[in-house]
T-cell receptor, first 113, second 114 residues
């Protein structure tokens, strides 16, 4: 079956622009995660959803970052007023349950100029 | 705060060599530990998952060990092949309510030369 997909794969934004990154999880996966991976670093946890409920947003770096999963399937990570330090790869992962193996998408590479 | 360190940062070996990648973590109260592979432009692929009660896991040419008390794990790759070239990431989840949250190391960039 299809894996986790993310779009766009690449995004170039001017500083101050708003961006929206989409994640399509594996069908039937209850849990969805967002991670941020800066160049040369490991991924860092941003937020976690169980179905449509955002149960943990402790990793979101500022109030410019907002994530939603309104119908418990597709999720969108929105970054308002982008800054250069937001440049990174944003990875989405899904799993059957919160403690199950997480399956990662290919990521969206965001470059803020 | 849990911190994960991977040594070495990069490794280059000739094809056929056996090799070991190292991972250490500061808080031994982990729920599980995973090794991932990341290829350029692609997402992470889970290779092996070791529960905190386990000592090792094996899959084909890969063997991962876990010493929770000392905060260490190793990934052993036997008879390396050029197709093994990738970045290998170690990640842990902590025990308790946040046992879904992966904390990653920076990874080891492996190059296997033909």
């Amino acid at each position: 079956g299809a894996g986790v997909s993310q779009s766009p794969r690449y995004k170039v934004a001017k500083r101050g622009q708003d961006v929206a990154l989409r994640c399509d999880p594996i069908s039937g996966h209850v849990s969805l995660f967002w991670y941020q991976q800066a160049l040369g670093q490991g991924p860092e946890f941003l937020t976690y959803f169980q179905n449509e409920a955002q149960l943990d947003k402790s990793g979101l770096p500022s109030d410019r970052f907002f994530a939603e999963r309104p119908e418990g399937s597709v999720s969108t990570l929105k970054i308002q007023r982008t800054q250069q330090e937001d440049s990174a790869v944003y990875l989405c992962a899904s799993s059957l349950g919160r403690q199950e193996t997480q399956y990662f998408g290919p990521g969206t590479r965001l470059l803020v100029l | 705060k849990q911190e994960v360190t991977q040594i070495p940062a990069a490794l280059s070996v000739p094809e056929g060599e056996n090799l070991v990648l190292n991972c250490s973590f500061t808080d031994s109260a982990i729920y599980n530990l995973q090794w991932f592979r990341q290829d350029p432009g692609k997402g992470l692929t889970s290779l092996l998952l070791i529960q905190s009660s386990q000592r090792e896991q094996t899959s084909g040419r890969l063997n991962a060990s876990l010493d929770k008390s000392s905060g260490r794990s190793t990934l052993y790759i036997a008879a390396s092949q050029p197709g093994d070239s990738a970045t290998y990431l170690c990640a842990v989840t902590v025990s308790g309510g946040s046992n879904y949250k992966l904390t990653f190391g920076k990874g080891t960039l492996l190059t296997v030369n033909p």
